[in-house]
């Protein structure tokens, strides 16, 4: 059974920064790409960030670009997301997402979801 989690959200400053991490389990997790995703309250799921599965290629929203920066670890299966330059736009609940073999920016597309973190950005 897949299971996906994700921790490190929390309230901070507008200029903060968070570190998000990943675990994942009950898969071959080099196999997966990984990517976060984040919800906004009235607002639609929108696609943050994706690693492949060595983590030789990352590709970023252009609203966190600079700021973000998504990284894995695939003895530990987990993976990142250092968030630095937070401002109050990026407050969201923050979801990970696994997806076999190939890249996408396409939530539809992922296979296995953690539960979310929340993430609020004060200003």
Request: proline letters at 1%; glycine letters at 10%; aromatic letters at 14%.
């Amino acid at each position: 059974q897949v299971h996906v989690e994700e921790s490190g959200g929390g309230l901070v400053q507008a200029g903060g920064s968070l570190r998000l991490s990943c675990a994942a389990s009950g898969l071959t997790f080099s196999n997966y790409v990984m990517g976060w995703f984040r919800q906004a309250p009235g607002k639609e799921r929108e696609f943050v960030t994706y690693i492949s599965r060595s983590g030789a290629l990352t590709t970023y929203v252009d609203s966190v670009k600079g700021r973000f920066t998504i990284s894995r670890d695939n003895a530990r299966n987990t993976v990142y997301l250092q968030m630095n330059s937070l401002k109050t736009e990026d407050t969201a609940v923050y979801y990970c997402a696994a997806k076999s073999w190939s890249y996408s920016t396409r939530a539809d597309d992922y296979s296995y979801w953690g539960q979310g973190t929340q993430v609020t950005v004060s200003s």
